[in-house]
């Protein structure tokens, strides 16, 4: 079976918290497939798992089983009793079975309501608002995303599947190379956290690269300039100190902390200059001037008529 299709017929089992089935006269609700019953299917129930449904039973509607049709094939199970209680109790019409939205506002649908339904929630991470926010470069999130993951291929990981002659960082030669190592207390990392931190106008960041993502949760809330620019320099530094990393490894070039930090700066303006909210401010003026981003060009944006 297709993965897609999987996907689909897993939905059937929330469908009920979207529809409202109002049961007329039974033959337009399936019995067993939809959820006319506690807005669940019974199909989905664990109380009806070892059932042996007979295959005309399968389809059979909710007027069927009304009209005293396979009832004792449901009986058999505690559960399909109190079903068949609540079916007698009901009032079959000659109206059609009716469908509706529960998701509505004003008489409309909401999309929000229906997605927040149908969607795979995982567990809540705190760096989702680095690797996910539209201010970040979208080849720089992946390295990002590997890297609080913990799945970025650094030496020491290397060495859990091969045997290597040197598993040393390659940036500073000094201890084992780990994501611990390679992102905080790396001679080299240390260097250029210096110069965010300076260019940033905030404290000293420390060398332990737990403790650096904790100091980044602090200055990355909201939607503001100043926040946005910091996750924008934030994820450039590491994926740069990858991309440093794997010159050095693959194609044996050797450049300085003043070589990384200006491509560093370059990406972070390049990527400014695109954004259209830039407040006008002292500290805002700061900040483009850091990032080589020229102040007067992006606050004053005009409006051109489309001849």
Request: hydrophobic share 45%; proline share 1%.
């Amino acid at each position: 079976m297709a993965w897609s299709l999987k996907k689909i017929l897993k939905l059937k089992n929330n469908i009920g918290s979207i529809f409202d089935i109002r049961i007329g006269d039974g033959r337009g609700t399936l019995f067993w497939h939809d959820p006319w019953f506690e807005n669940k299917p019974l199909i989905s129930r664990d109380k009806f798992r070892g059932l042996r449904i007979r295959r005309d039973c399968v389809a059979a509607t909710v007027h069927d089983i009304h009209s005293r049709l396979w009832v004792l094939t449901i009986t058999w199970v505690l559960e399909g009793k109190r079903v068949i209680d609540h079916l007698s109790g009901l009032n079959l019409c000659d109206k059609a079975d009716g469908h509706l939205w529960k998701a509505k506002e004003n008489e409309k649908i909401k999309s929000s309501a229906i997605w927040n339904i149908i969607r795979e929630r995982g567990q809540f991470v705190s760096w989702a608002s680095f690797v996910w926010s539209s201010k970040v470069i979208l080849r720089h999130r992946f390295i990002l995303w590997l890297v609080f993951r913990r799945r970025l291929n650094t030496r020491d990981r290397i060495l859990a599947y091969m045997d290597i002659p040197d598993a040393s960082c390659v940036l500073c030669s000094g201890s084992l190379e780990s994501i611990n190592h390679l992102f905080g207390s790396c001679s080299f990392a240390k260097s250029i956290w210096k110069l965010f931190s300076l260019a940033m106008g905030i404290g000293s960041l420390s060398e332990s690269w737990d403790e650096i993502i904790i100091s980044a949760h602090t200055f990355d809330k909201g939607n503001k300039f100043r926040a946005n620019v910091f996750k924008c320099e934030f994820v450039d530094i590491i994926y740069h100190l990858w991309a440093e990393r794997n010159a050095r490894v693959f194609g044996r070039v050797h450049r300085n902390v003043n070589h990384v930090w200006s491509d560093i700066v370059f990406d972070c303006g390049a990527l400014i200059k695109m954004w259209r909210r830039i407040p006008k401010g002292g500290r805002d003026w700061v900040l483009c001037h850091e990032w080589k981003v020229n102040y007067d060009e992006v606050t004053s944006f005009k409006c051109f008529k489309v001849i």
